[in-house]
């Protein structure tokens, strides 16, 4: 699997001002709180630390952009969902994250993660919708796949696809950050889409 030759945080964004504007092409990670956005992170870059890991819900509490081989960036949004905090907070989340991806024209694709083990939620599907109301191109990443068996996990995929309502050709990756099931394929959706970032 080719890996980036370097990797580095770049900033923790509360506001838009604060977000890059050199024009780079973005690739964000968005799913619920625990599911595994910074795993995944840490998994595709070969870094144990690059993004922090917390077993409490809701730590990742800004956009954090880290550059990749000085070309493109990573985007790892807050959480969304079961996070303790307070409602005032999670209301300024989720302003924070409609302002990125609503209105980010450097944002390539979103890669949304779903817990394999568990059907889309009512906010993974209010996610999915703002990110097809934006036209953000979207890969799913189906976390945790190492947990369940092979056929609890075709089980689970097919009902994922229904719930969400997934064109058949929908691409959705059962991904693992313990076996790295899935990180290969996650990383080539992406370069494709950074490919395509700088051709426009």
Request: aromatic share 6%; net charge positive.
């Amino acid at each position: 699997m080719m890996r980036p030759s370097s990797a580095q945080f770049l900033r923790s964004a509360m506001d838009p001002a604060h977000f890059p504007r050199d024009g780079k092409p973005e690739i964000a990670f968005v799913g619920r709180s625990n599911v595994g956005k910074s795993s995944l992170l840490n998994a595709l870059l070969g870094r144990q630390e690059m993004a922090r890991t917390s077993s409490t819900p809701g730590k990742t509490q800004c956009i954090n952009f880290f550059e990749i081989d000085r070309r493109y960036y990573l985007v790892d949004l807050p959480g969304y969902g079961f996070a303790k905090v307070p409602k005032a907070v999670k209301d300024a989340w989720n302003r924070l994250m409609h302002q990125y991806l609503s209105d980010r024209e450097t944002l390539r694709l979103a890669v949304l993660l779903l817990d394999a083990r568990h059907a889309p939620s009512e906010a993974d599907m209010g996610m999915l919708g703002m990110l097809e109301d934006n036209a953000i191109p979207t890969l799913i990443a189906a976390t945790k796949a190492d947990k369940l068996s092979n056929n609890q996990l075709q089980s689970s995929l097919k009902t994922m696809r229904k719930t969400l309502e997934l064109d058949a050709e929908a691409l959705v990756v059962p991904c693992s950050t313990v076996t790295n099931r899935g990180v290969k394929e996650v990383w080539q959706v992406v370069l494709d889409q950074v490919k395509r970032g700088f051709e426009i």
